[in-house]
Each structure stands twice: as C-alpha cells, then as structure tokens.
C-alpha cells in the first residue's frame, strides 16, 4: 500500500506516466527506431528502480550458460568515472566499470564484462573485440527501447509486485505496466519457502499478461561469508555480532537473515552505489569499535564489497566479510527455467 503521503504525489506519477508511455508507444510504431541483431541477445530488467535481484539473476545466467557458450555480459556502468565503451580486464577498477560489472568480472574472470551507455553501439564493438561471443547478457536494459533483445526476462519483487504498484514518484515503478507484455519470461523473487501452489497460480493469473510467457519463483539463498581480502569463509550463528554495512537498494531480506541468525547486528545503510570515502571508512571504525567485544565481524554485500577494496591498508586489520548470494528457483522449476533460457540461444537463427 502506498504511504499516506505518497498520495500527494500520485498527480506527478500520472504525468510521468503518460510520458513513459508515450515513450514506448513511439518505440511500439515505429516512430523512433529500435534495432534487434541476428544474434542471442538476453535482458535482465524490471519495471521498478531496484532492489528486484537483477545482478544475482546475470550470475545465475552466467553460472548456467559459460561453460557450454562464450558469454558476455553489457552493462552501462552506473556510476562510473569513465564513459564509452570498454570490456574489463585484469587492471580494470570498479571506478572504471561500475560496481556490478567489477563484481561480474571478479567472480567471472573468463567471462567478457563489457560497458557502454549505448547498447546500440556497444554490442557492435563487443562482437568485434570478441568475435567468439555466443550470447550476451543485457544487464539491466529493459528500458533501453533502442535495443531490442531477443528474450527479455523481467522480475518482479514478491512483496512489491509490479502489478500492485503506482508510477514514480508515488510508487517504484520507473515502466508502465503494460511494458511485461515484452518479457518472455517473469520472475517473482524473494519469495517465502512457503508460497504454496494455490498461491503460486494467483500470482501467475495476477502478472502473467501474454499466453506464451513463463512465470517462475525464486528464494533469496546467502551463503557463507567470505573475508573481503582473504577469502577465508566464515560461519555466522547466534554468538556473532554484525555491523552491516550496506548501499543496496533493498537491504531488508539480509536484515531478515541477521535477525535470525546472529546475537546481535547494527547497520551503516547508505545509498545504492554509494562511492565509499575515508570518512565513510572512520565512521564505520567508529561504530564498530562501540560494539561489545567479543565475536564481532564487518559484513558487506558483494556489491559494495568492489567499492571497498581500494581501502585495503585501512582495512587489513579489520573482520570484513562479505555475503554472496543467489537465487534458488521454487517448485523444482530451475531446470524448466535452464531450458527455457538454453533453447531461446540453440534454437535461434544466425
């Protein structure tokens, strides 16, 4: 439900309504151009400004489609220092490329990780620069109407579904609704363990809008911490006690997770992408000096772990551990899904 003091802006939200709509109503006829490429092409988007699991959902395509195809992945690079395009390598920084991109390259270092604001001329110049390329991964390009990918899967948060939601600035929704009938495939994240199959099918009813697309459900899964700069893993339990420190869009499932998981825990929350600065660093020292000795650790996202490194010789004599996680499909529906995704790329025609 909307907060009573969004009301007041639901008069901005149908102005800027009209105006996205108008947008891809352009787009739809024609009016201003979109290109596709005789190429597999996927997008990761949503209708929303964040906070939905796109960058888990390109690593769960990445895990499922490198060894068999030659992967990339094009992102923009929100909030990088630099412009134009690039594809990472072994002295790229996260300043160069965008947090998300860098923790893409980290974890998948034979993956391409490319930039570029515009798609239309990035993917060109991909091709070229790695003319092995099998497929490539749009993250976060469902709004990028100059492109036109070939399966666009779209997700939707479980307690903030897009079909529940208002327009900015009274709701999150950066698209109009009826922008799903693009999507090949919708994806309701964050979901209990206990959505039940009588459930599951009013949610479908609910966001499916097309008859061929396919709606599938994820839980949120953590695994183990690893230490920022050692890796060494870690196990938290009901004697640890957590600092977290956070510029997510949406920290509220991890604070779930601590609040079962751990004795104690304070937060340090900070705006998505935040660039971290010395002082962010004092004042994090600070805070996690006021904390009760004993078994205490920094925790982190893998997101902002990127934006941390640099800060190596303050941190060296810090507990910093970072938390991965992942998306763990419901209803045993994860090879459905592989196969989905695996038969949009053999089956399209080059």
Known sequence: MLKSFRYFLLPFSLIYGAIVWLRNWMFDKNIIRSSSFNFPIICIGNLSIGGTGKTPMVEYLIRLLKNNYETATLSRGYKRKTKGFAIADEHTT?????????????KF?????????????AIPQLLHDRQNTAVIILDDAFQHRPVR?????????YNNLYTRDFMLPAGDLRDVKNSITRAGIIVVTKCPDSVSIEEKNQIINEVKRMEDQQVFFTTT??????HLFSKEEKNIDTDTSVLLITGIANPQPLKELLVRSVSTYDMLRYADHHIFTIDDLEDIKKHFERIIPG??????TEKDAVRLQKFKTQLK????YVIPVRHSFLFDEDKQFDTAV??????FKK
């Open 221 to 226: 899964v953590y695994g183990n911490p690893y």
């Open 94 to 106: 996260a300043l160069e490329i965008g947090d998300e991109p860098m923790q893409f390259h980290q």
């Open 342 to 347: 695996t038969a949009f790329i053999t089956s």
């Open 295 to 300: 078994n205490k650790i920094i925790l982190t």
């Open 149 to 157: 990918a070939g399966l666009n899967i779209v997700l939707t948060e």
């Open 317 to 320: 004599d810090f507990p910093i």
């Open 109 to 121: 270092p034979e993956v391409t990780v490319a930039v570029g604001e515009e798609r239309l001329v």
